[in-house]
């Protein structure tokens, strides 16, 4: 056993690639070597996506399902498992971040805060309130417009926060005066979901916006740095990490969202730089008369 | 005629007076673990004493709650002042109202602009309004009453002009040191703003209701219960906030509405 372990440690580790397996292993990452972990674990809710429903009956499916349904139980050891690895596997400066959200079970909000317990000999730096529009709606109570993402440092003080690298414009933001324009783009984001008709759509039925996963990258890692997500899905976090000059691993148990994800990475999409000229794309809900003249202002959102 | 009554002293104490099932809804503002001065309390009290102190309250708020009343309580992640490291009180007042009974019914995200900016870290700019209920099924909603602009103009399958659900991301402006300077509030140093209040009362009571702000500081809750027709009780431990809350009940409450 030994003589394999240190063999395996002559071999020299592979990056830039995607495995088809469980990440509750990661044995082909050595110890301290990944910058930042970043990921959008399933959420155990059992909900089939992409349905059409007519009557209470689904008429069409469309997605690619994956096992969304283990007992409270095994999910919760599932995700002690791989975030154990993830912290094995993080470099002493590096950190974690976890998207995650409410759930609602019969009727009742249960708050994602278990996720603390799994993270106990790290630093919670941040809690990032994620605010799109769009959603169900409801009418028994306020309709969900958010998800968390938990942010988790290894050591207190020496971590990645490359700040200046993600300032967002100031409320006042004017580009005639460049100075002091360019603020800290706070706790609280406002970035929209990923639509039927982006480029970056693909058959996932959870696909995180690469918007979002980019602010991440890019504050929380440096050029040629590692990222590694556990729970890959259909590869955002892989095909971002690359066009931003990083390397990634990434690990899930779907055959098909890997092929997806690999073909995703060989796509040249030239990433959309994001403009500026509205600054309405960083801030969200605003006041109801604010909003409604800014609605007023613009034609078909 | 429409009541606002506040007294001065500890309200775990006050709040034994009240009637069980008397109150349709309590709404607060409790005092962080933040070393902030609140006049007399030394608010850095070791986090078990917080932990204390709200459920305690929570315990006696369940009680004067009538079967369909909500609790509101606003509350965020703070910095802890040794380690900088997040401590998400949101998620431990949580845990209290679950083992006094409450149901969860939203965890209202309160996003606002302009506070202090950070470096080492993302800047705070959300506090949580956790919306407790007592009976899951059977709570005072009143969406009607606060239904926000849509965002489609143009959408044929419902209509449009009725507005549509205000979601559970909210913005609210903070109430900063310029406004507390035309209202005379300086001697206050957290303030939640009177829409957000307005917002709260409206969904969760009729007119004619009682509510309750075991801890109301400079009085928004009665101003606004006031100016909507609700009667209001309030609790306050300092009581140099006397002067200002009678001032601003007479004053503000008699003013055109607050939003």
Request: glycine share 4%.
């Amino acid at each position: 056993m030994l003589f394999m372990k240190n063999l395996k440690k002559m071999e020299k580790m592979e990056v830039n690639k995607l495995y088809c397996k469980s990440s509750e292993d990661m044995s082909e990452i050595d110890d301290e070597s990944i910058s930042l972990v970043v990921t959008s674990p399933p959420y155990n809710i059992n909900i089939k996506y992409g349905n059409k429903h007519k009557n209470g009956k689904v008429i069409s499916t469309k997605g690619i399902k994956y096992q969304d349904n283990l007992s409270e139980e095994e999910y919760k050891k599932l995700l002690k498992k791989v975030f154990q690895e993830c912290q094995r596997v993080l470099k002493k400066n590096g950190s974690i971040w976890v998207n995650i959200k409410n759930r609602c079970k019969d009727g009742i909000i249960i708050p994602p805060f278990w996720i603390l317990d799994l993270f106990k000999d790290m630093y919670l730096k941040n809690i990032i309130i994620w605010n799109f529009d769009w959603g169900g709606s409801t009418n028994k109570r306020f309709a969900p417009r958010y998800e968390y993402i938990f942010w988790f440092t290894k050591d207190k003080n020496e971590y990645i926060f490359n700040l200046d690298d993600i300032k967002i414009p100031a409320l006042n933001y004017r580009p005639d005066r460049f100075k002091s324009q360019w603020k800290n783009p706070t706790d609280a984001w406002y970035i929209q979901l990923v639509s039927g008709n982006y480029p970056e759509r693909t058959s996932h039925p959870a696909q995180y916006p690469e918007e979002l996963i980019e602010r991440i990258i890019k504050v929380a890692s440096n050029e040629n740095d590692i990222v590694l997500d556990p729970f890959i899905g259909s590869g955002t976090t892989a095909r971002v990490a690359k066009d931003l000059k990083r390397q990634f691993i990434g690990y899930d148990t779907n055959k098909e969202y890997i092929n997806m994800a690999d073909k995703r990475l060989k796509l040249s999409i030239q990433r959309k730089k994001h403009e500026t000229k509205d600054t309405r794309q960083y801030y969200f809900s605003m006041d109801n008369k604010t909003l409604s003249d800014f609605i007023k202002n613009k034609k078909g959102r | 005629m429409v009541e606002a009554k506040y007294e001065f002293g500890d309200c775990l104490e006050l709040m034994k007076s009240l009637k069980t099932n008397s109150i349709k809804m309590a709404v607060t503002s409790p005092p962080y673990n933040l070393n902030k001065s609140y006049g007399l309390y030394a608010d850095d009290v070791h986090l078990d004493e917080w932990k204390k102190l709200i459920d305690k309250s929570m315990k006696e708020v369940h009680r004067v709650l009538t079967k369909d009343g909500s609790f509101f309580l606003n509350v965020s992640p703070v910095p802890d002042k040794k380690t900088k490291e997040i401590i998400p009180l949101d998620s431990i007042a949580w845990q209290l109202g679950k083992k006094n009974g409450f149901f969860l019914r939203n965890k209202i995200v309160w996003h606002f602009n302009n506070m202090q900016n950070c470096v080492q870290r993302l800047s705070g700019r959300w506090e949580a309004v956790l919306w407790f209920v007592k009976d899951i099924n059977d709570y005072v909603f009143n969406l009607k009453e606060i239904k926000i602009p849509c965002i489609t103009k143009k959408d044929k399958r419902f209509n449009v002009n009725a507005g549509r659900n205000p979601t559970d991301v909210w913005y609210f402006d903070r109430v900063n040191n310029m406004t507390k300077k035309k209202l005379g509030l300086e001697d206050h140093p957290c303030i939640y703003p009177g829409p957000m209040i307005e917002r709260i009362i409206k969904m969760s009571t009729n007119k004619g209701d009682w509510i309750l702000d075991p801890f109301v500081g400079s009085g928004t809750t009665l101003v606004v219960a006031k100016n909507l027709g609700r009667n209001s009780i309030g609790y306050e431990l300092d009581k140099k906030f006397e002067e200002l809350i009678k001032t601003r009940l007479t004053k503000e409450a008699t003013q055109t509405k607050l939003n």
